[in-house]
């Protein structure tokens, strides 16, 4: 399977895991929609800093 | 492996393949910097509408 965790990006260059195995990413105005394989859904606020998608990594940023 | 392909969405809704196997993504201030697995780069005007990993498939829109 080809999902992705998704890490916050801390003010101190920390990243803190937010949800496994992320499937659906859905950015909006302020905020990112997530939804795990697990159907697990969550609303962050930030935005996408980067992705590697090979690594299963995605780190988002306030 | 578990990159994906981007695709930009065009205004009659239809959705044309930008770039196959990506890997790395970093959005920008108004662009996106997308890197394929065979080192392929490239930056495109837009921003990220939705990804589904789990189908490969990052959909882009101006």
């Known amino acids: 399977?080809?999902?992705?965790?998704?890490?916050?990006?801390?003010a101190?260059?920390?990243?803190?895991?937010?949800?496994e195995s992320v499937d659906k990413i859905i950015p909006g105005?302020?905020?990112?929609?997530?939804e795990n394989i697990f159907g697990e859904r969550k609303t962050v606020k930030g935005h996408i800093k980067e992705m590697a998608l090979v690594d299963h990594s995605i780190?988002?940023?306030e």
Do not use: F, Q, R, W
Request: hydrophobic share 45%; glycine share 8%; with cysteine.
């Open 1 to 10: 399977m080809c999902e992705s965790n998704v890490y916050m990006l801390g």
């Open 12 to 19: 101190n260059g920390d990243k803190s895991l937010i949800m």
């Open 29 to 34: 105005e302020k905020d990112i929609y997530l």
């Open 59 to 61: 780190i988002l940023a």
